[in-house]
């Protein structure tokens, strides 16, 4: 996972992990995408503290962590709270990214 930059979000197309790095649940929330990533072998996923960006989040009414936000077009598509289980993630990769998916059936 790559910490998000600046220009990644105003761009407005992307997964970010929203977390704290006192949070255990969020610990575990990582693990699931960072094993998704590794399946891939690429970032699917950008990172951001919680503790840096609070005006992103009050903008973006973020309202706990963990957080999936789920950006297209400058717009919030989803926001994930109960990631549950990596099979629960692919759902949202299957309709948000599905490009993913064609390039491993290549």
């Given at each position: 996972?790559?910490?998000?930059?600046?220009?990644?979000?105003?761009?407005?197309?992307?997964?970010?992990?929203?977390?704290?790095?006192?949070?255990?649940?969020?610990?575990?929330?990582?693990?699931?995408?960072?094993?998704?990533?590794?399946?891939?072998?690429q970032?699917?996923?950008?990172?951001?503290?919680?503790?840096?960006?609070?005006?992103?989040?009050?903008?973006?009414?973020?309202?706990?962590?963990?957080?999936?936000?789920?950006?297209?077009?400058?717009?919030?598509?989803e926001?994930?709270?109960?990631?549950?289980?990596?099979?629960?993630?692919?759902?949202?990769?299957y309709?948000?990214?599905?490009?993913?998916?064609?390039?491993?059936?290549?």
């Amino acid at each position: 996972m790559q910490q998000i930059t600046k220009e990644q979000l105003q761009d407005g197309n992307y997964l970010l992990f929203i977390f704290s790095p006192f949070c255990g649940t969020c610990h575990v929330a990582r693990a699931m995408l960072e094993k998704i990533e590794s399946i891939h072998q690429q970032t699917i996923f950008f990172e951001m503290n919680a503790s840096y960006y609070a005006d992103y989040l009050q903008e973006h009414k973020v309202e706990s962590v963990p957080c999936l936000l789920i950006m297209e077009q400058g717009e919030v598509k989803e926001k994930v709270y109960a990631f549950r289980s990596i099979a629960n993630i692919y759902t949202y990769l299957y309709e948000y990214k599905p490009e993913i998916f064609q390039e491993k059936m290549q």
